[in-house]
């Protein structure tokens, strides 16, 4: 049963659509695959029953002709989304056994769509993180290795244990949430395809919240195709929040072959890093030279405030997560400490229950929001905030789409870089300022680094122009041929 | 300028006002829960109000109207773009570890409010700085259990309005008639029901005491006065205590403090109960609050004629005093009351009758006016009776006891009763003849002593029981007599 785990999702939902397997039989090769990948550490919580019982469900829609856009397609969804009767962790012993009595906004549009639900994937503790090493369960495995090298590497993070299942095909697609990179940079250390939608596209309704006005839901798949699929389900305006935008949500696939003839592609000089490895800066020009050759039109871009999107987000982002996670007290569910002292209760639920990184992320986020700090830290952030922003829209008065790499390095050992949090938050570079200015986002994986391992171009489009973002990502997919796999679980 | 004598001298005491007041909403600021009062615990708790995982607020509409109606009332600047921040701390009883209010830009700003029918007779005006809209939190309650707290989150997520006086005030009576006045307005556009009781209007009074014409003196600030008698109270009790701190040499200290009627004090919140460090900033979750110009217009449009205005037209229109007045305007069911008792009747009757017999009727039987027995068109067929000789204003008395007892109308309590005034002439001046006929002497007194008529009208209202039209015994006695 293995081919069927080779399948990508556009593949899979063709021979389901053709009656040529079953939704439980490939639901079936996909539970298969997950207990072979265990040694990941990917999932923190699997559903193999569920997952067979909406097969069958799905089986039997089809019969009765009444299939969804992802009838009987198994995905396994990051733990930060809530689903209803099945245990939310965020990667957090904070959470303790919580299981919500509610569902997603994004994930019930996947299981009305006729998604089948394979389990929960390993992350970085509420979200924070660029490895997955930061994860109560610990960290989740990637599985490539690289040349020579027995060591295991991080698969990125947050979305490490999304990323890593879609890679060793043992989920179709994967749901992520990206805050500053989250999702993109694991689709490229595992190569794979993940898109960061536009702020406002995807309601965060029950996805446990980092960064409230960053985070935003996307798919992890291996194929910009899927993509498309995926995003076509998930998007969409919930009245339910606030921050979600009513505009329609297109056909993504339709447009998806229309080529890049004609299409600007902006190249933004602020992006090439000075100690970036020579590798990643010929993948970025050999990327846009490929769109190039098929008619695109490159422009040199000046995008200024780039160097102060890290700062800024690193003020942001934890701000608003230690303010976001205040409700994790120990009162009302979750783990409680207990104490007669109320203060010493709070100290000692949340000692315990919030792993160092996400400690650290809401003492910076604490400070920067204290009086006497707040004009210096968060203020200035703010207006970082705008000018990367502008950056971004003059540029794009010029430009369709612009090119960078995805991340400055190939994916690490585990181990690496947990003590230097500033090498960590580094990974984030290329993605950040795009989060920032709530715009989409999708890397796709282009080629592979000297040690064998993948690595991944950036492309980022106008507000809401998700359609632009993946008709260039198609075009650099074919160009790339990437077809490279990883030696490890799967197969 | 009303001024607290000190053992060394005049004191001046300034007051302002922040008063909480609960919008009338069905549902709360953020969430649909619904808002009643009094339902069993935590039973009017969305996942919203509970700050579950993944949740999130969405504005309610009913809210930001309430707020710009209430804005408006004050004749206060609407703020078309407004921002909800969040003012991070740790409670049991506030789930999310922060409340969403209003910091740096609020959805009302600068208001007056007069006040007029002061002790002095001086009409003055208080600054309103702000009004801005927030969650309420939900409610510890500690006596149930002598280890444990149990929290109720009904209330955690009611919309208030807090609007917050400029120190304006010089008086606890100012300060009383500040918050009445404001109450009056709220219940007049239904903003907020105004009752303190339950809590829906909190005031917390800031207080502080000051030489006449010298800088402003530190301030303490007492949390949750419930009634205007201990905001009265407060004001006294706090401006006596500073003065006799900084009389002794001493200084006040700035702090928030707690109200104690029991013990009549008030005294420092422990340092827990107090501010530290909100950390505010906007609210991710929520866009800034963008209004419409013309919607504000149209709510506007809506607004009834308001307690100033209503005030200024019975005085005019109705040659009302201004005591008067001021007990008809104060709630507007009381004006509505009136104007549909007055309306093709004599208004001073009609204001007497409402503000002496009705309102005191009301006060003994502790009902609400919008609960009266006695109608306004049931009070105004007792006057037509009045007026048209039907009855006299003594009988009048009696009848409209029996009305606010029984709910019956004037007519029928009059027919039944058999309480009708005799006004026919000619049964009158067949008495009067027989009178006159049997009574010679104190008939031929008459022209000495004209008080003697008072002996006849006695004798003739006796006869009838207090029935004969009184006016018309007088008119015929005294033209038989004269003859």
Same mark, same amino acid.
């Given at each position: 049963?293995?081919?069927?785990?080779?399948?990508?999702?556009?593949?899979?939902?063709?021979?389901?659509?053709?009656?040529?397997?079953?939704?439980?039989?490939?639901?079936?090769?996909?539970?298969?695959?997950?207990?072979?990948?265990?040694?990941?550490?990917?999932?923190?919580?699997?559903?193999?029953?569920?997952?067979?019982?909406?097969?069958?469900?799905?089986?039997?829609?089809?019969?009765?002709?009444?299939?969804?856009?992802?009838?009987?397609?198994?995905?396994?969804?990051?733990?930060?989304?809530?689903?209803?009767?099945?245990?939310?962790?965020?990667?957090?012993?904070?959470?303790?056994?919580?299981?919500?009595?509610?569902?997603?906004?994004?994930?019930?549009?996947?299981?009305?769509?006729?998604?089948?639900?394979?389990?929960?994937?390993?992350?970085?503790?509420?979200?924070?993180?660029?490895?997955?090493?930061?994860?109560?369960?610990?960290?989740?495995?990637?599985?490539?290795?690289?040349?020579?090298?027995?060591?295991?590497?991080?698969?990125?993070?947050?979305?490490?244990?999304?990323?890593?299942?879609?890679?060793?095909?043992?989920?179709?697609?994967?749901?992520?949430?990206?805050?500053?990179?989250?999702?993109?940079?694991?689709?490229?250390?595992?190569?794979?395809?993940?898109?960061?939608?536009?702020?406002?596209?995807?309601?965060?309704?029950?996805?446990?919240?980092?960064?409230?006005?960053?985070?935003?839901?996307?798919?992890?798949?291996?194929?910009?195709?899927?993509?498309?699929?995926?995003?076509?389900?998930?998007?969409?305006?919930?009245?339910?929040?606030?921050?979600?935008?009513?505009?329609?949500?297109?056909?993504?696939?339709?447009?998806?072959?229309?080529?890049?003839?004609?299409?600007?592609?902006?190249?933004?000089?602020?992006?090439?890093?000075?100690?970036?490895?020579?590798?990643?800066?010929?993948?970025?020009?050999?990327?846009?030279?490929?769109?190039?050759?098929?008619?695109?039109?490159?422009?040199?871009?000046?995008?200024?405030?780039?160097?102060?999107?890290?700062?800024?987000?690193?003020?942001?982002?934890?701000?608003?997560?230690?303010?976001?996670?205040?409700?994790?007290?120990?009162?009302?569910?979750?783990?409680?400490?207990?104490?007669?002292?109320?203060?010493?209760?709070?100290?000692?639920?949340?000692?315990?229950?919030?792993?160092?990184?996400?400690?650290?992320?809401?003492?910076?986020?604490?400070?920067?929001?204290?009086?006497?700090?707040?004009?210096?830290?968060?203020?200035?952030?703010?207006?970082?905030?705008?000018?990367?922003?502008?950056?971004?829209?003059?540029?794009?008065?010029?430009?369709?789409?612009?090119?960078?790499?995805?991340?400055?390095?190939?994916?690490?050992?585990?181990?690496?870089?947990?003590?230097?949090?500033? %090498?960590?938050?580094?990974?984030?570079?290329?993605?950040?300022?795009?989060?920032?200015?709530?715009?989409?986002?999708?890397?796709?994986? %282009?080629?592979?680094?000297?040690?064998?391992?993948?690595?991944?171009?950036?492309?980022?489009?106008?507000?809401?122009?998700?359609?632009?973002?993946?008709?260039?990502?198609?075009?650099?997919?074919?160009?790339?041929?990437?077809?490279?796999?990883?030696?490890?679980?799967?197969? | 300028?009303?001024?607290?004598?000190?053992?060394?001298?005049?004191?001046?005491?300034?007051?302002?006002?922040?008063?909480?007041?609960?919008?009338?909403?069905?549902?709360?600021?953020?969430?649909?829960?619904?808002?009643?009062?009094?339902?069993?615990?935590?039973?009017?708790?969305?996942?919203?109000?509970?700050?579950?995982?993944?949740?999130?607020?969405?504005?309610?509409?009913?809210?930001?109207?309430?707020?710009?109606?209430?804005?408006?009332?004050?004749?206060?600047?609407?703020?078309?773009?407004?921002?909800?921040?969040?003012?991070?701390?740790?409670?049991?009883?506030?789930?999310?570890?922060?409340?969403?209010?209003?910091?740096?830009?609020?959805?009302?700003?600068?208001?007056?409010?007069?006040?007029?029918?002061?002790?002095?007779?001086?009409?003055?005006?208080?600054?309103?700085?702000?009004?801005?809209?927030?969650?309420?939190?939900?409610?510890?309650?500690?006596?149930?259990?002598?280890?444990?707290?149990?929290?109720?989150?009904?209330?955690?997520?009611?919309?208030?309005?807090?609007?917050?006086?400029?120190?304006?005030?010089?008086?606890?009576?100012?300060?009383?008639?500040?918050?009445?006045?404001?109450?009056?307005?709220?219940?007049?556009?239904?903003?907020?029901?105004?009752?303190?009781?339950?809590?829906?209007?909190?005031?917390?009074?800031?207080?502080?005491?000051?030489?006449?014409?010298?800088?402003?003196?530190?301030?303490?600030?007492?949390?949750?006065?419930?009634?205007?008698?201990?905001?009265?109270?407060?004001?006294?009790?706090?401006?006596?205590?500073?003065?006799?701190?900084?009389?002794?040499?001493?200084?006040?200290?700035?702090?928030?403090?707690?109200?104690?009627?029991?013990?009549?004090?008030?005294?420092?919140?422990?340092?827990?109960?107090?501010?530290?460090?909100?950390?505010?900033?906007?609210?991710?979750?929520?866009?800034?609050?963008?209004?419409?110009?013309?919607?504000?217009?149209?709510?506007?449009?809506?607004?009834?004629?308001?307690?100033?205005?209503?005030?200024?037209?019975?005085?005019?229109?109705?040659?009302?005093?201004?005591?008067?007045?001021?007990?008809?305007?104060?709630?507007?069911?009381?004006?509505?009351?009136?104007?549909?008792?007055?309306?093709?009747?004599?208004?001073?009757?009609?204001?007497?009758?409402?503000?002496?017999?009705?309102?005191?009727?009301?006060?003994?039987?502790?009902?609400?006016?919008?609960?009266?027995?006695?109608?306004?068109?049931?009070?105004?067929?007792?006057?037509?009776?009045?007026?048209?000789?039907?009855?006299?204003? /003594?009988?009048?008395?009696?009848?409209?006891?029996?009305?606010?007892?029984?709910?019956?109308?004037?007519?029928?309590?009059?027919?039944?009763?058999?309480?009708?005034?005799?006004?026919?002439?000619?049964?009158?001046?067949?008495?009067?003849?027989?009178?006159?006929?049997?009574?010679?002497?104190?008939?031929?007194?008459?022209?000495?002593?004209?008080?003697?008529?008072?002996?006849?009208?006695?004798?003739?209202?006796?006869?009838?029981?207090?029935? %004969?039209?009184?006016?018309?015994?007088?008119?015929?006695?005294? /033209?038989?007599?004269?003859?």
């Amino acid at each position: 049963m293995g081919g069927l785990t080779e399948l990508t999702l556009s593949e899979a939902r063709a021979k389901l659509e053709q009656g040529e397997m079953s939704a439980v039989e490939l639901t079936e090769a996909h539970i298969a695959a997950l207990e072979a990948v265990r040694p990941l550490n990917a999932m923190i919580t699997e559903t193999p029953e569920r997952a067979l019982r909406m097969a069958r469900e799905s089986d039997e829609r089809r019969a009765k002709g009444q299939a969804g856009a992802l009838d009987g397609l198994p995905i396994a969804i990051k733990d930060l989304y809530c689903t209803k009767g099945v245990r939310t962790t965020a990667a957090s012993n904070i959470l303790g056994n919580f299981t919500p009595t509610y569902e997603s906004t994004v994930t019930s549009k996947l299981w009305d769509a006729g998604a089948v639900m394979l389990g929960k994937t390993n992350m970085d503790e509420f979200a924070m993180g660029s490895s997955n090493m930061f994860s109560a369960i610990g960290p989740a495995i990637n599985p490539w290795r690289r040349d020579n090298d027995k060591r295991d590497l991080v698969p990125g993070g947050s979305s490490g244990g999304s990323a890593a299942v879609v890679a060793a095909r043992a989920a179709l697609a994967a749901t992520g949430t990206d805050t500053g990179g989250s999702i993109r940079q694991p689709a490229a250390f595992t190569g794979i395809v993940g898109l960061k939608p536009t702020y406002g596209r995807c309601s965060r309704w029950g996805i446990i919240a980092f960064a409230s006005s960053l985070d935003q839901a996307g798919p992890l798949c291996r194929s910009v195709e899927d993509a498309a699929i995926m995003l076509g389900v998930m998007a969409g305006y919930d009245a339910k929040d606030s921050t979600s935008v009513d505009v329609p949500v297109p056909d993504y696939v339709a447009g998806l072959r229309g080529g890049v003839k004609g299409l600007r592609v902006g190249i933004p000089a602020e992006y090439r890093v000075d100690d970036m490895p020579e590798e990643i800066d010929a993948l970025w020009r050999r990327g846009a030279d490929w769109l190039a050759a098929q008619g695109a039109e490159l422009v040199d871009i000046s995008l200024p405030h780039t160097a102060y999107a890290l700062p800024a987000y690193y003020i942001v982002a934890p701000a608003e997560a230690s303010s976001n996670l205040a409700r994790y007290d120990g009162i009302k569910f979750g783990l409680r400490s207990p104490s007669d002292d109320l203060a010493e209760m709070y100290e000692r639920t949340r000692a315990e229950g919030f792993g160092a990184e996400v400690q650290r992320r809401i003492l910076i986020g604490a400070y920067v929001l204290s009086a006497g700090y707040y004009d210096a830290y968060y203020l200035k952030a703010q207006k970082i905030r705008t000018l990367i922003a502008r950056d971004f829209s003059a540029a794009f008065a010029d430009v369709d789409v612009v090119l960078t790499p995805t991340a400055p390095s190939d994916a690490f050992a585990v181990g690496d870089k947990a003590d230097d949090p500033i %090498a960590m938050y580094l990974n984030d570079v290329f993605t950040v300022p795009a989060s920032l200015a709530g715009l989409p986002a999708i890397s796709l994986p %282009a080629g592979l680094s000297g040690g064998g391992l993948p690595l991944g171009l950036h492309l980022i489009a106008k507000p809401f122009d998700e359609a632009t973002l993946l008709r260039a990502a198609a075009a650099l997919e074919e160009a790339a041929g990437f077809d490279a796999r990883p030696p490890g679980g799967g197969s | 300028m009303s001024l607290m004598k000190g053992a060394t001298g005049d004191w001046e005491v300034v007051i302002g006002c922040e008063v909480h007041c609960q919008v009338v909403s069905a549902a709360k600021l953020f969430s649909g829960a619904g808002t009643a009062f009094g339902a069993e615990p935590n039973t009017q708790v969305s996942l919203v109000d509970a700050a579950m995982p993944g949740m999130l607020p969405v504005i309610n509409k009913v809210c930001i109207e309430q707020a710009v109606r209430t804005g408006l009332a004050l004749g206060a600047e609407i703020n078309l773009v407004s921002v909800f921040d969040r003012k991070n701390y740790f409670y049991p009883d506030l789930p999310a570890g922060y409340q969403i209010s209003q910091f740096t830009r609020p959805i009302v700003g600068y208001g007056t409010l007069t006040l007029d029918g002061l002790e002095d007779g001086v009409s003055r005006e208080i600054g309103i700085t702000r009004l801005h809209l927030e969650q309420d939190a939900g409610k510890s309650i500690h006596d149930r259990d002598p280890r444990t707290t149990h929290v109720d989150l009904n209330r955690a997520g009611v919309a208030l309005m807090e609007i917050v006086s400029e120190p304006d005030m010089r008086s606890a009576e100012e300060a009383g008639a500040f918050v009445t006045k404001l109450r009056s307005i709220l219940r007049y556009i239904g903003s907020c029901d105004g009752n303190m009781e339950e809590g829906s209007l909190r005031c917390d009074v800031n207080v502080s005491v000051r030489r006449p014409g010298a800088e402003l003196g530190t301030r303490t600030e007492t949390k949750n006065v419930n009634s205007i008698r201990f905001i009265k109270r407060v004001i006294e009790i706090e401006a006596r205590r500073q003065i006799e701190i900084l009389e002794d040499g001493g200084r006040v200290t700035q702090e928030t403090r707690l109200f104690d009627a029991d013990k009549g004090e008030t005294r420092p919140m422990r340092s827990k109960e107090e501010s530290h460090d909100y950390r505010y900033f906007p609210d991710p979750d929520l866009l800034p609050l963008v209004l419409e110009q013309s919607w504000v217009d149209e709510i506007a449009k809506g607004l009834p004629e308001l307690p100033d205005a209503k005030r200024a037209r019975f005085i005019a229109d109705y040659g009302l005093t201004d005591a008067d007045t001021d007990q008809l305007v104060a709630e507007r069911e009381s004006a509505d009351y009136f104007e549909a008792v007055a309306k093709g009747r004599d208004a001073r009757i009609a204001a007497n009758w409402v503000i002496h017999d009705l309102f005191g009727q009301l006060n003994r039987a502790e009902v609400e006016i919008g609960q009266s027995p006695v109608s306004a068109s049931a009070l105004g067929g007792l006057l037509d009776l009045i007026a048209d000789g039907s009855i006299s204003g /003594r009988t009048a008395k009696d009848v409209f006891a029996e009305m606010f007892i029984s709910g019956q109308d004037a007519a029928a309590i009059v027919e039944a009763k058999g309480l009708g005034q005799i006004s026919d002439q000619g049964e009158i001046e067949t008495m009067v003849d027989s009178l006159i006929a049997d009574n010679p002497d104190q008939a031929s007194q008459f022209a000495d002593n004209p008080k003697v008529i008072g002996w006849f009208v006695g004798r003739i209202m006796q006869a009838t029981k207090g029935k %004969a039209n009184p006016g018309l015994v007088n008119e015929l006695l005294k /033209r038989k007599l004269g003859e």
